[in-house]
């Protein structure tokens, strides 16, 4: 039913910012949660940013006082403002969504590279 699609992923200097967005083909309301993950190259999918419907916001370690995660339900959209960017964050940055507590939706995906 939801297709999520990521954008804003590109090429980036260390210490510079992006901001990515998925956006969603449904309301995004009716989605209790929203998450952003990261697969670094050769490395596992880590949890990066979740977000609740209600605004609840967590974070990886690594990306604390960095990123920020946020939803506009207007626009069925979510975001993730990354600042202050590390190489280390180079990685295929995906969207997933939770619906009903249990629909579980996945974006394709988005390359961000950052170089020094």
């Known amino acids: 039913q939801v297709q999520l699609v990521e954008s804003g992923g590109g090429l980036a200097q260390a210490g510079e910012s992006l901001r990515l967005s998925c956006a969603a083909s449904g309301d995004i309301g009716s989605i209790n949660r929203m998450s952003w993950y990261r697969r670094p190259p050769g490395k596992q999918r880590d949890l990066v940013a979740s977000i609740t419907s209600g605004g609840d916001t967590n974070y990886a370690d690594s990306v604390k006082g960095r990123f920020t995660i946020s939803r506009d339900n207007a626009k069925n959209t979510m975001y993730l403002q990354m600042n202050n960017l590390k190489p280390e964050d180079t990685a295929v940055y995906y969207c997933?969504?939770?619906?009903?507590?249990?629909?579980?939706?996945w974006g394709q995906g988005t390359q961000v590279t950052v170089s020094s």
């Open positions: 997933k969504a939770v619906r009903r507590g249990w629909l579980v939706h």
